[in-house]
């Protein structure tokens, strides 16, 4: 505990979130004192500390009205009871014009949040392992509609770990159940807005990433060598009535999917190959052109994708290098310039990536430094000025921050020293 009473302490912004596997802290606003402010121990009987805890597994940029008023928001989803002062079940709302944390309702109980999407309607879907959200029974898979949860019918049997949205509101779930609202669905199911439904025998293994083409054709990528019983390594397409492999597939699980803006197919995963030509671990696919890579490829798995308008590629994963250039975790494909480095990137794993409404990136994962600044577990990219870091100040992770009603600032985490 900060305890600042000898003068006063007033924080415009306490933000706690916790990503991946290590917390990250964002603190602004105005201090001033009259004497020097000290750490102390927390007292528990003194005071309430809602805190933050467990792990952000999914999220998106969410926008309830859509051209409407109301600014878009971030929807944070995984495995947590509180994020910042909010008492949350696995899944919140954060917005960036106010600094505030608030609940979907009561969330979501009996498992995780792993994937989100937002139909055109702007109700939000969450699909994960859980059983309920708001109270209700939701078999792994729910949908917000701004006030309150409900059941998409049945629900599936088994984790789902990816969405995706056609624009006519259909919604596509894809992961490792084998039935969908009572009939069977091998890994991928539709959802039309009342009823489920199967994608032909669909597919022999796990689902990981969907995208949808410009054509209306869904992509999936996995671990599966099958698809609609013909062969397919790893990735292939739905075009409404049956399954086509993409070319000789990946020799590698696919683990991450973009579409660019000409509506070519990014590829990321732990493949080094298209089967016929080498692809370290991201590949691109054109309808008449077939697998093509991007340059030398990188030099270890590629887990998160995104895409500017322009069409540039961001990577993320656990790679050093990309083509011939040192790369920490993160590059950036240009097809005038092929790869180059963010900066110094990060000291560790780069897990997901998202752009924020104004275009900057956001980098999260297991990393602490991002252009070697201290930057524990996520940070942001802005083109011109390079990296920017959060909160930092103690010997380890921050786990949570709070303010006391006297003005206490509350910081916890797995430090020993402040």
């Known amino acids: 505990m900060l305890n600042a009473n000898c003068g006063r302490m007033s924080v415009a912004r306490v933000l706690a979130v916790i990503l991946a596997v290590l917390g990250i802290t964002l603190l602004a606003g105005p201090a001033r004192a009259q004497c020097t402010p000290q750490w102390q121990p927390f007292d528990a009987s003194t005071a309430a500390f809602p805190g933050t805890n467990g792990t952000v597994l999914a999220t998106v940029m969410w926008d309830p009205d859509g051209a409407g008023p109301i600014t878009p928001k971030l929807v944070v989803g995984g495995s947590f009871s509180i994020a910042g002062n909010a008492v949350a079940a696995n899944i919140v709302v954060y917005d960036e014009a106010t600094g505030n944390w608030s609940a979907l309702g009561s969330g979501v109980t009996g498992g995780t949040v792993n994937a989100l999407a937002v139909l055109p309607s702007g109700d939000l879907i969450a699909g994960g392992t859980f059983a309920s959200a708001g109270g209700v029974a939701a078999s792994r898979i729910a949908r917000w509609n701004g006030s309150s949860w409900s059941a998409l019918g049945s ?5 789902v770990l990816a969405l995706a949205v056609f624009p006519s509101g259909e919604l596509i779930a894809g992961g490792g159940f084998t039935t969908a609202g009572g009939v069977a669905a091998n890994r991928i199911a539709r959802w039309n807005g009342s009823s489920w439904s199967a994608l032909g025998s669909g597919v022999n293994s796990t689902v990981y990433a969907l995208a949808v083409l410009p054509s209306g054709e869904v ?3 996995g671990d599966f060598t099958t698809a609609g019983g013909v062969s397919a390594s790893r990735i292939a397409r739905w075009n409404g009535a049956s399954w086509s492999a993409l070319g000789s597939g990946l020799n590698g699980s696919a683990r991450a999917l973009a579409v660019l803006p000409n509506g070519d197919l990014i590829a990321g995963g732990g493949f080094t190959s298209t089967i016929a030509l080498a692809a370290n671990r991201i590949a691109r696919w ?7 890579a991007l340059g030398a490829g990188v030099n270890n798995d590629v887990v998160a994708l995104a895409v500017l308008p322009g069409g540039e590629l961001f990577a993320g994963g656990g790679f050093l290098t990309a083509g011939s250039v040192p790369a920490n975790r993160i590059a950036r494909w240009d097809d005038s310039q092929g790869w ?4 110094a990137g990060v000291n560790n794993d780069v897990l997901a990536l998202a752009l924020l409404p104004g275009g900057d990136l956001i ?3 297991s990393f602490t430094t991002a252009g070697g ?4 577990s996520i940070a ?3 083109g011109s000025q390079g990296w920017s870091a959060l909160a930092s100040g103690m010997n380890s992770a921050v786990l949570a921050l709070s303010m006391l009603p006297g003005g206490d600032l509350i910081a916890g985490g797995v430090f020993t020293t402040a």
């Open 155 to 159: 629900g599936v049997a088994g984790g």
């Open 286 to 292: 054109n309808d008449s052109q077939g697998w093509t």
């Open 373 to 376: 600044v201290p930057a524990r």
């Open 380 to 382: 942001r990219w802005n």
């Open 340 to 343: 180059t480095a963010l900066g």
């Open 363 to 365: 980098a999260g994962g």
């Open 219 to 221: 992509v999936a990528g």
